[in-house]
């Protein structure tokens, strides 16, 4: 059970669909009267401001195999729990790619192939280009933007629709 701050208890959670058209509840906000919205609290599950004080910036250093050009897989020394899908790969400096997938806790696979050949025990750094957000609808139709937004709390507005979602913030759950 989700408490807020209050040690109120909500009554149960459903994971909010990111639309311009559509309202939390699943009704479209154009054939629905703002008297009719229902609102929500929103619940941040997971964003990705981590605890080693980088920010949504990491890095690790690429493996004992080469990865070349022609290719999407990348390997490095260490496991990294930080990295996610969507952060740009920078070797040098350099954009090299961007992470699709994380196949093991030390292999990823790129969206395209490497933008250049990276040498072993390189220290690559892994970022996202904007800082994790969400914009939502408020009860009163005012649009908000929540930047870097605490993982594990409810945000302090009374939600009915969620707009955008940007740098890696993930596992929203609207409570009612």
Do not use: C, H
């Not at 701050?5 to 459903?14: D, H, L, P």
């Amino acid at each position: 059970m989700i408490r807020n701050y209050y040690t109120e208890a909500f009554k149960g959670g459903v994971v909010p669909v990111i639309s311009a058209t559509q309202l939390i509840d699943g009704r479209l906000k154009s054939t629905t009267p703002q008297s009719s919205w229902k609102q929500y609290s929103l619940y941040v599950g997971k964003s990705p401001v981590q605890s080693n004080n980088f920010g949504s910036v990491t890095s690790a250093t690429s493996g004992p195999v080469k990865s070349d050009a022609a290719q999407k897989n990348v390997t490095f020394r260490v496991s990294n729990p930080y990295i996610q899908s969507g952060m740009n790969v920078y070797d040098d400096g350099v954009l090299v790619g961007v992470v699709d997938t994380i196949t093991t806790a030390n292999q990823i696979v790129l969206v395209d192939n490497l933008a250049a050949d990276i040498v072993v025990d390189s220290v690559l750094t892994f970022a996202f280009t904007v800082l994790p957000s969400v914009s939502v609808l408020t009860i009163d139709n005012k649009t908000i933007t929540f930047t870097n937004p605490a993982q594990g709390f409810v945000l302090p507005v009374s939600v009915v629709q969620v707009t955008a979602v940007t740098g890696g913030l993930s596992s929203l759950i609207a409570l009612d």
